[in-house]
């Protein structure tokens, strides 16, 4: 009954352990994306706008002058980059990331618990508690020795 204490508490810990690491790479591999998405969406703003502003400002030059016909370019350029910022923001948490969340506070939950458990047993019963805990630390020691050779 002891052990099985121990033993759910490293369950539960072992499954924490996942969740944290779940979570740290879906939050990592959305941040990429996101990312990506607005690098290459400056990049295609670098060479697209750069033709589309020489064409725009021939075009607007003869009817506007050729300073508002620049400040009707440049305008262009801020709204058009201001919709790809947007677009890449709006990159949402997924599923998978509502699932780990939930994994992990359910290992959280089952760790409190078996603490709880392992805790009262140790308040009522210490000697019996005390003489399991250094037959696993005996076996943890050999098991060490046994692997050094």
């Known amino acids: 009954m002891r052990t099985e204490a121990l033993n759910a508490i490293f369950r539960h810990a072992r499954v924490l352990w996942r969740a944290e690491t779940l979570i740290i790479e879906i939050k ?3 941040a ?4 990506s998405l607005i690098a290459f969406a400056g990049l295609i703003a670098v ?3 750069a033709m589309l502003n020489v064409a725009a400002y021939f075009a607007l030059a003869p009817l506007w002058g050729d ?5 009707a370019v440049a305008v262009a350029d801020f709204v058009i980059a201001a919709i790809l910022i947007a677009i890449a923001s709006r990159e949402a948490a997924s599923r998978d990331l509502e699932f780990a969340t939930e994994l992990r506070d359910q290992a959280l939950e089952g760790i ?11 308040v009522h019963r210490p000697v019996e508690v005390a003489g399991g805990l250094s037959s696993i630390l005996l076996s943890l020691l050999m098991g060490f020795l046994r692997g050094r050779k």
């Open 32 to 35: 990429m994306r996101r990312t």
């Open 47 to 49: 060479f697209g706008l």
């Open 67 to 71: 300073a508002w016909a620049m400040v």
């Open 28 to 30: 990592l591999r959305s």
């Open 112 to 122: 409190e618990t078996e603490s709880r458990v392992a805790a009262d047993r140790l």
